[in-house]
């Protein structure tokens, strides 16, 4: 099987720490991301770098069950999170500070999980992806740009 790749970014009128912060906590990511059902069970690392959590996700109608874990985290530059039970994927996070706004890079990789190939054509998979990553970001920017931060 081989892994599929999608690339998008935006930029967002916001400092990056509030960016960086707001994708590290992976209770956030129901909130903007279309296909997430739940996440939970949501742990602290052992090392202290990021999370490991559960999640519950929707590909083309079908509902996959799963396990995130960050594998590597760089304040403000960078996030990444691998999951390998449930559905097989990376998501690297980048983030460009400049001034108060963020540039942000979001790189999805993930194979297509058999299950739903019996079900669906890739091609209608992967363009299904690719518009729910474009919603994603647009949901990311709405989110932070409209709704102040706490004080």
């Not at 069970?41 to 083309?60: H, I, L, P, Q, R």
């Not at 449930?86 to 999805?108: A, Y």
């Not at 919603?135 to 990311?140: M, R, V, Y």
Request: hydrophobic share 35%; net charge negative.
């Amino acid at each position: 099987m081989n892994m599929k790749t999608i690339v998008r970014d935006i930029r967002v009128d916001t400092p990056v720490e509030r960016v960086f912060d707001f994708l590290l906590d992976p209770n956030n990511l129901p909130e903007i991301w279309p296909n997430i059902v739940e996440v939970k069970t949501v742990k602290k690392a052992k090392d202290n770098e990021g999370f490991n959590f559960n999640w519950a996700y929707k590909m083309s109608g079908l509902l996959f069950e799963g396990k995130c874990e960050t594998i590597d985290q760089t304040p403000y530059d960078r996030l990444i999170i691998k999951s390998n039970k449930g559905l097989d994927s990376t998501i690297t996070w980048r983030f460009q500070p400049s001034g108060r706004e963020t540039h942000v890079t979001f790189k999805f990789e993930y194979q297509i999980p058999s299950s739903l190939l019996k079900r669906t054509k890739e091609e209608f998979v992967v363009q299904e992806n690719e518009h729910e990553v474009e919603a994603l970001l647009q949901n990311l920017k709405s989110r932070l740009e409209l709704q102040p931060a706490y004080a």
